[in-house]
């Protein structure tokens, strides 16, 4: 099993010229403060900066624009990923860029599902095999302070987007289902989707069949030709439709595609600009401070002073931010762009297809005189022939799902499930006691699965037990990686003073070893949790004006890449 370990998180807000360097403990960190400090927005920032985005997201830290920068390490082995808005850029431990990512679910989710073993497959919405984004991977390990004290598993956004993900993912972590089980599982999934088409036709055909065999066959048929001239009209009258349709669609792209090349002018100008700063910069610091330069041009004579330098470097920061939005904006108007061609291109097959059925000068006679000279034997015989051969496609279908199903049962062994899920059984049920907590049923708990149910002060401990079982079983039964666990405000539901020390002794003692800890505290009842203590005291402000200058010039080599690579 890998192990990831964070390091540090840098995070920075340009538009408020304000950010903060956190340095992670390996084994425990507290970030300590008042009501409004920023605990939460930072504790938050930590998977965020994987991708991971809380489910609840302040306003005004939406506002602030934070880019977030996080140093951490897989096995040993250390990587850095840059989060800017919606654009990831992950490096080594020696600042090699390893890729640029727009996209979670299809770029950066399997690149970190790589790195971190992550094997697990379910099937979304459309029946199509993907690889969860990252808020699967972490979601047994963060406890945010608005979900999750009330129902486990809910502290990050969107999770719904996978349906009856829980079980599947609770199940791959605890080691009761292998990544190859639900590899194959996927496989299964999508090939019964396969056979609701051939299902479909075969029940067509049958009922085709079972009709024309009670109707009398051998009765004269009259077609009017005057009811074909008049089909023809009206797909005369379709097509004209569909060619202004077409036309209007074009002309809306044609304004479309202009946009976007005087977006792209303006994002190739701000990249200009800001590599002329970044050459400004460098090329003053290597000149003597406060003295004079002189231009190489026209001789005029200017003052190298801090205020100087601190306006190239303060303009550099400006093009950052320009270039974000910029970025934001072409993003969104490719997605226009796309959608406007995917239904241009509808269009086009339409018009097509009605040319196509017109161009066919005989096709109607051909298919009379067809109808005319086929017997209703003959007619049987290629309605039963359709049949077969559709039942034909379903048993290959069929038998390929019981082949991977066969496959499966290699991965089901009994034993083992039942060993793991005693495990946490008893793992459950001591933690109960130690949080005080009576009135849980074991039978309520009885699947590791379960959704536990209380009310009141004892609910929060009661979900605190439940989510240490879950660990502890990863840590003991898990084949993928096991994460920090962050614990955020476990202060819930009015804890009087003997169960809020039981909470936080609770958790420092229970920690599956060799796991690094980070939580989010306003009293830590002078509890020694070994490791650091993070101080946040100013109100309204996660981050410090006083830290800005120092962490937007160790920031920049790494945002001068990530524009580099802007398409």
């Known amino acids: 099993m890998k192990n990831l370990i964070f390091r540090e998180l840098l995070l920075i807000s340009h538009s408020e010229k304000r950010a903060r360097r956190i340095k992670f403990h390996p084994t425990v960190t507290i970030i300590k403060g008042e009501n409004d400090t920023g605990k939460s927005s930072v504790i938050k920032s930590i998977y965020a900066a994987l991708g991971a985005n809380s489910a609840v997201v302040h306003p005004e830290w939406k506002k602030a624009d934070v880019f977030l920068f996080l140093t951490f390490e897989v096995s040993g082995t250390t990587y850095k990923i840059l989060r800017m808005r919606d654009r990831y850029a992950l490096f080594t431990k020696n600042d090699i860029m390893l890729g640029t990512y727009k996209r979670i679910t299809s770029e950066l989710g399997p690149k970190l599902a790589d790195l971190l073993n992550f094997k697990l497959v379910l099937v979304d919405k459309k029946e199509q ?11 047994p390990f963060y406890i945010d302070q608005e979900h999750s004290w009330s129902k486990s598993m809910t502290s990050f956004d969107r ?26 599982r996927a496989k299964c999934q999508v090939m019964e989707n396969d056979k609701v088409e051939p299902l479909g036709q075969e029940r067509l055909l049958l ?29 005369m009258t379709k097509c004209d439709t569909l060619k ?39 090329y ?83 298919l009379l005189t067809l109808l005319k000279s086929m017997s209703s034997e003959h007619i049987t015989s290629s309605i039963s022939e359709n049949i077969q051969e559709v039942r034909s496609e379903i048993g290959e279908i069929d038998s390929r799902i019981r082949e991977i ?134 109100k309204w402000h996660a981050l410090s004006q006083y830290e800005y200058d120092e962490i937007a010039e160790e920031l920049k080599p790494f945002e001068v890449a990530i524009i580099g690579t802007t398409d």
């Not at 791959?172 to 194959?184: F, V």
């Not at 051998?218 to 089909?231: Q, Y």
């Not at 004079?292 to 470097?313: D, K, L, M, S, W």
């Not at 690094?516 to 306003?522: A, K, M, N, R, S």
Request: hydrophobic letters at 35%.
């Open 159 to 184: 999770l719904q987007q996978l349906p009856n993900w829980r079980k599947d993912v609770i199940y791959y972590h605890t080691g009761i289902k292998p990544n190859e089980y639900y590899q194959l």
């Open 405 to 538: 199903v066969e496959e499966m049962k290699k991965f089901e062994d009994k034993d083992r499930v039942a060993t793991i899920c005693d495990y946490y059984k008893d793992v459950m049920g001591r933690n109960l006691y130690n949080l005080n907590v009576s009135n849980v049923s074991p039978k309520s708990y009885a699947r590791i699965e379960s959704a536990i149910k209380e009310t009141g002060s004892d609910m929060p401990r009661a979900i605190l037990a439940y989510n240490f079982a879950i660990m502890a079983t990863i840590a003991k039964h898990g084949t993928s990686v096991m994460c920090p666990i962050v614990i955020d405000s476990p202060n819930q539901q009015d804890q009087d003073v003997k169960n809020y020390d039981g909470i936080l002794k609770f958790i420092r003692d229970n920690v599956p070893s060799g796991s690094q800890t980070i939580i989010g505290l306003v009293d830590d009842y002078k509890i020694d949790f070994g490791g650091d203590v993070i101080q946040m005291s100013e």
């Open 129 to 139: 095999e993907v690889v969860p984004p990252p808020a699967y991977l972490f979601v």
């Open 284 to 366: 003053t610091n290597t000149l003597p401070v406060d003295g004079v330069i002189a231009c190489p041009t026209c001789g005029q004579e200017y003052e190298n002073h801090f205020a100087e330098r601190f306006n190239i470097a303060n303009d550099h920061q400006k093009c950052v931010t320009l270039l974000q939005d910029i970025l934001t904006w072409l993003d969104e108007l490719n997605k226009k762009i796309a959608e406007h061609r995917k239904t241009l291109g509808e269009t086009n097959v339409e018009i097509k297809e009605i040319e196509q059925i017109m161009n066919k000068k005989s096709g109607d006679i051909t």
């Open 244 to 282: 202004a349709k077409e036309e209007k669609f074009r002309n809306t792209l044609f304004e479309l595609e202009s946009e976007r090349i005087r977006l792209e002018a303006q994002r190739n100008i701000v990249i200009h600009a800001q590599r002329e700063l970044d050459a400004d910069y460098l």
């Open 207 to 235: 009922k085709f069949k079972e009709r024309f065999g009670k109707e009398a066959l051998n009765n004269e048929v009259t077609l009017d030709v005057n009811v074909f001239e008049s089909e023809i009209k009206d797909l």
